[in-house]
C-alpha cells in the first residue's frame, strides 16, 4: 500500500536511500511509514489530487470505466474532477493574487510572506537523534511553531491547522521530509502584531512594585523627596513620590509600546487556505494551474464518454 502511495506526491519520494535497520534507537522503515502518513495527512487532498502520479492513475480509471461502460462511477470520477479542478484553481489564483509582503511594511490580515526558516529563540535542537537540526518534520514535531525571517522582520508560525507541503531537502537525507533551519520558506494565512497595550491592571502593578522598590531604599528615598529635611516622608511629600512614580510608569509603557510587537501567523479565516510550504510559490502556483486544467479535462472527457455510452 504504502509502495503505492509513495508513487503519488513526488514528496514522499527521494532520490536518496533511507537508511536501513536500527540505529541509535530508531527503527527507520517506521520513520518512513509515519513520513508517508503525516505527508498524506498535512498535505490534504487537494495536493494530492495535483500529484502527477495520481493525476495519471485517475486518467486510466477514467478509461477502464468508460471500456467497461460503468455509467455511474464514472459520473462520480466526472463529479470528483470538476472539484478537484475547482479547487485547485482557487489554490492557484490564491497565489498568484496575492502580493508578497514584508514584515517591516505593517502589513495585517491575508497575507503572503517569504522568508528564511528558523527555530525559535532559546531552542536549540529539534526533530530526531541522528537526524540533522529540524524546525517541523511531519509524523514527529508538527505543531510547535517556528520562525520565518524575510531580513526586515520575524514571524512566528503555529502550523496547528496549517496545509503544508515540503520537499525533501539538498542532503544525504533526501528521503526525509522536512522543513530545515535556513531554508526559505513560502506562507500564506492571517498575520497579527502582538503588542504590549498596558492596562490599568499592569499600571497598577507596575506602580506598586516601584513603591515597594523605593521604600526598600528609605535612605535614598529621602535623599530624592525630603524637602524640608526633617528626616521622613510627610503627607505631602509622599503625594510627590506617587506622582513620579506614576510618570515612571506610564513613560516605561509608552516606550515598551514603540518597541516593535510580536508578529503571529496562526491560521486563517473561514474559507481561506493557511498554507506553509518550501516548494517555490511559482512553481507550486504552476503546479496547481496545470493540474487544475488536467482535471478540467476529464471532467469534459468524463461527461462525454456518458453520452456515448
Partial sequence: MWTWLRTLLPELGGTGNPPLGDRGG????QVMDNQRIAVLRRGGLMNLAAAPSFVLLWGIACL???YYALKPWLLLLATCSLLFSLGLFRRYRLIADTPTSTLSSGAQ????LQGKAALPDGVGFRGLPHLPVTVWLP?????EPFVLDDGKGRCLLYPRGAEIIACPGDSHYSWLNAIYPGQ???ALGELHTLRSVGDSDEQRERLAALLAEWKSNPLQLRRCFDVDGNGQIDPDEWQQVLVAAQRWVTDDLREQQRAPGTHVMDGAKA????????IPPEKLAGRYRQMAFVHLLYWLSCLLAMLII
Fill in 139 to 143: 509524523g514527529y514535531v508538527e505543531d
Fill in 26 to 29: 530508531l527503527d527507520w522503515l
Fill in 271 to 278: 474559507g481561506q487556505l493557511f498554507l506553509i510550504t518550501n
Fill in 184 to 186: 526559505t520558506l513560502y
Fill in 64 to 66: 477502464g470505466l468508460f
Fill in 109 to 112: 490580515g491575508y497575507v503572503e
